[in-house]
């Protein structure tokens, strides 16, 4: 996407900063819970709340998380990595330092393909992935005078994934944070809950002439759903255009994105690395990997979004969209499969859950796990189809029922009596039917208009209820009717 500008055609350029909340029991350096939703204090050890003399641990389960994260992203996994203190001052923080990962980090340089709405895919880089601790959470609402401190959140384990400048517009940085929480729901690493905030996004935004390299860039804070990141960088992005096109310059610095007011606004100057005083934490030794253990984690790594697409799209024949459509969640892949397993046309069950099925979730607000039709019952109405006892027509009103009541396909179609008419006497009955009913229209239609035909059919489907093989219907009433 290009922003046309009064001198001209604009680039944007983007880069993600995305912490994502580690699937774990317990804190990074603490064996506090991390529950979310806990009244405010509850799982706070003294290691969190920095007592003195307090000594981290660290947690073997959220550096194999990182780990499978990083592999998950075809990166690096640095067998020797360090933990630094980042020095600031804030109330949330009562080590006055978070302790994360600055020139060492455990992972290094991976990439993640994004996928655009024309089926294709596009390769982002991953600068790096570093594993961090959560700062506890300042509460400005429940007293008039006062703020309280929950530290709750002090010391969850958060992996900050960085991506490299390489996006050009909302859309992709869109596709890059949904295709970003696919692979981390897959590989169960984090939930990607970006309302419960275990998936939060910093974007950076700068704007260039084409060719021309990097503008200084802004970057903004703490975006919390797909949607704001992406209006957020379009706003930030004009913002700037129009800023250097009236002879301003842009200057580094935070910004917050308000969605109420559609701007961004200033929060602070940046601040540098030097800022930081970082140094190594002197109550943490180097963070060394067994090679062994990594390639363990690799050898059991889920297959992921990318591998399962492109597996729909050769063994079922489906077009990369629709495999992208159905891989994007687990669960969804799995249902899918379930139902087109063995099946002579897989397309037409990919249909069935693309349209029908998630039409019905998203009109109910259901995940695929609430269905209300089980993927065995779903493949059961398609068998139904495929072995002429019903026509598709009639498969969506059983549809509806199975949706309503949670019966199987067959039991309804039982029940009700719609197994499809397909003997030729009861059809060329109701065929003989139409005919002498209708003497004038049938002149008509012979006189020479022949698009009376799909009128024909409409009345012979109602006079069998929907049920006469169409097929048959139109085989039959042609050679009736002559022409
Ligand atoms: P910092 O510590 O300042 O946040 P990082 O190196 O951690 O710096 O992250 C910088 C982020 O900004 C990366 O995601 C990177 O891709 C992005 N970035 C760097 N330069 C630009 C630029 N000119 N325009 C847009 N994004 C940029
Ligand atoms: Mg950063």
Known sequence: ?????????????????????????????????????????????????????????????????????????????????????????????????QISQYTRPIVGKGKLLIDLPDGASREIGITRLHLEQDAGKSMHDQNPSKTYVDLNRSGVALMEIV????????????????????????????????????????????????????????????????????????????????????????????????????????????????????????????????????????????????????????????????AGVLVAEREQAEYFETVAKGRKDPKLAANWVIVELFGVLNKQNLDITKSPVSARNLAGLLDLMEDNTISGRIAKDVFQIMVETGKDAAAIVQEKGLRQVTDTGAIDAAIDKVIADNAAKVGEYRGGKPTLFGWFVGQVMKATQGKANPAMVNERLKAKLGG
């Open 163 to 322: 991506s490299e400048p390489d996006m050009r517009s909302p859309e992709e940085a869109g596709a890059y944070l949904r295709k970003l929480r696919s692979i981390l729901r897959y590989l169960e690493t984090c939930d990607g809950n970006m309302d419960e905030g275990s998936m939060r996004c910093d974007a950076n935004v700068s704007v260039r002439k084409p060719g021309e390299k990097f503008g200084t860039r802004c970057e903004i804070k703490n975006v919390n759903s797909v949607r704001y990141v992406m209006q957020a960088i379009e706003i930030e992005a004009r913002r700037q255009v129009e800023l250097i096109e009236n002879g301003g310059k842009v200057d580094q610095e935070t910004r917050l994105f308000d969605p109420n007011k559609g701007e961004t606004r200033p929060m602070r100057s940046k601040e540098h690395a030097h800022d930081y005083r970082y140094f190594p934490d002197p109550d943490l030794l180097p963070l060394v990997l067994d090679p062994k253990r990594v390639e363990a984690i690799k050898a059991a790594l889920p297959e992921l979004p990318d591998a399962k697409r492109e597996r729909f799209v050769r063994d079922y024949k489906l077009s990369p969209y629709d």
């Open 1 to 97: 996407m290009m922003i046309e500008g009064r001198t001209g055609k604009w680039e944007i350029v983007i880069g993600l900063e995305v912490h994502a909340q580690v699937i774990s029991k317990s804190k990074l350096f603490s064996g506090a819970a991390t529950d979310f939703g806990a009244a405010p204090n509850t799982q706070v050890s003294f290691v969190d709340a920095a007592f003195p003399g307090m000594l981290p641990v660290i947690n073997k389960v959220c550096v194999e998380q990182a780990i499978k994260t990083g592999l998950g992203l075809g990166a690096e996994i640095n067998t020797v990595s360090v933990f630094d203190r980042k020095n600031y001052f804030y109330p949330d923080l009562p080590a006055g330092y």
